[in-house]
């Protein structure tokens, strides 16, 4: 498979660098441009995936009826922040 190139950036001459300050030993710019570009990219297709699963998931609830109201959820926390505070004024706090 033939490689293509990426498109250059320009950046500050302060931020060039910077940045050749950090490469490891051996490594060349173009190297640690690469591995940033193919972080990043790892990174927004993770994200993409989290999402498409947490909408699943809440169509999922959704359509089987299972989920529980939000003012149920914030009740019992209520509750529990309550009897949190309660416990702490006893114990002297």
């Not at 950090?22 to 193919?38: H, I, K, P, T």
């Given at each position: 498979?033939?490689?293509?190139?990426?498109?250059?950036?320009?950046v500050a001459p302060d931020f060039r660098?910077?940045?050749?300050?950090?490469?490891?030993?051996?490594?060349?710019?173009?190297?640690?441009?690469?591995?940033?570009?193919?972080?990043?990219?790892?990174?927004?297709?993770?994200?993409?995936?989290?999402?498409?699963?947490?909408?699943?998931?809440?169509?999922?609830?959704?359509r089987d009826g299972s989920g529980i109201?939000?003012?149920?959820?914030?009740?019992?926390?209520?509750?529990?922040?309550?009897?949190?505070?309660?416990?702490?004024?006893?114990?002297?706090?």
């Open positions: 498979m033939k490689t293509a190139t990426l498109p250059p950036i320009r660098l910077e940045l050749e300050g950090v490469l490891e030993q051996g490594e060349s710019l173009s190297q640690f441009v690469e591995n940033a570009v193919r972080t990043t990219v790892a990174k927004r297709k993770n994200q993409a995936e989290f999402i498409r699963r947490g909408i699943a998931a809440i169509e999922a609830t959704k109201p939000a003012a149920v959820v914030i009740a019992d926390l209520e509750a529990r922040l309550v009897a949190a505070r309660q416990a702490k004024t006893q114990r002297g706090g």
